[in-house]
């Protein structure tokens, strides 16, 4: 049956019920599957029927997350994978060959960067950055040999939001893969396959699991890509656990409730304390004052999660407004349940040089603020009573 609305797509899709009637899906804690005969084996590995094989290859927790998810972000086929940065990793590894290029906005995640700056050009693969404020003059960065385009919209942690319309048509322009890291939004705030991404990538670990528990990426897209995508991925490994996907596949049926509250806490909290004396600067991408607020309210449902606060007397600052938080956990995840801040500059993107820290707004002032469930009233004096004791 098809669903129309994504509430009920992600709460009905589901494995099919064994024989023991559950209502809920099943853990398959089972490294194989048993062929019911030996031509029965040879046709699925020679992919002539379809069938649970090993599950490294596929599993039918991982085949019910991905059924959810590929229904949520309107993508034709799917992978799951053990970690986010597993995801980011095989999106682009598995596309891209020796002498190839890659063209990126600048504002990506620090283990992103880290993959283009460190650990592609060690296979020959090179990179350009482009800046969002720029975006116009991306025409000038494409090169004979660019294969790629890879974005994160809203950027993490600057929460820059790039236009998923006319970047998709300028990568159609120049026949480049657009690759997407949705993980911010999460499938229910904003759908990049519809604006035409080829691939969506996502840290399940973050929003979708929504609790803290457990690690877990997905690669969306187009049929074909993702068939390249399946090859490498299977033969390399990376694959994620039936346990975690089971996990994350209950998780997205409440995501929706989850992320409607989340947003509802984080623009009432960007609310308070713009304008606040010790802060000089709110970002949140639903804020009337964010740069680029018309753009985030064409493309998302709502403003997301995430928040950032710069507040004055940078380093220093941040640090002892971070000691001072009583219920705010200090922790290197985000997307929780619970309310959670993080100082990009010394932790998730201390690898990057202040210059390139600089280039994408991460000052040293600058906290990240995972806005949870909690009642906001608890959030926001938590945050007023820290930005108090550390003047």
Known sequence: MNYKN????????????????????????????????????????????????????ANPN?????????????????????????????????????????????????????????????????????????????????????????????????????????????????????VVDNCFATPYLQQPAKWGAHIVTHSATKFIDGQGRVLGGLILGKKELIDEVQFFMRHTGPSLSPFNAWVLAKSMETLAVRMDRHCENALKIAQYFEGNPEVEVVKYPFLASHPQFHLAKKQMKHGGGIITLTLKGGLSRAKKFIDQLQMISVTANLGDTRSIV?????TTHSKLSEEEREKVGILNGLVRLSVGLEHVDDIILDIERALDQSK
């Open 62 to 178: 991982t085949s019910d997350l991905i059924e959810k998810v590929c229904a949520a972000e309107g993508t034709e086929s799917g992978i799951t994978t053990a970690s986010g940065m597993a995801a980011m990793f095989g999106s682009m590894a598995s596309l891209l060959r020796q002498g190839d290029h890659v063209l990126a906005s600048r504002s990506l995640f620090g283990s992103t960067h880290q993959l283009l700056t460190r650990i592609f050009p060690k296979w020959g693969i090179s990179h350009t950055y482009g800046d969002i404020s720029d975006i116009d003059k991306w025409e000038e960065l494409v090169q004979p040999n660019t294969k790629m385009l890879f974005i994160e919209t809203p950027s993490n942690p600057g929460l820059e939001i790039i236009d998923l319309e006319y970047i998709a048509k300028f990568a159609n322009a120049h026949n480049l893969v657009l």
């Open 342 to 346: 993080t100082h990009p500059a010394s």
């Open 6 to 57: 994504f509430e009920t797509q992600a709460v009905r899709i589901a494995t099919s019920s064994s024989d023991q009637r559950e209502h809920s899906a099943p853990l398959y804690l089972s490294s194989s599957f048993v062929f019911d005969s030996a031509e029965q084996a040879r046709q699925m590995f020679a992919d002539e029927i379809e069938g649970n094989i090993y599950s490294r290859y």
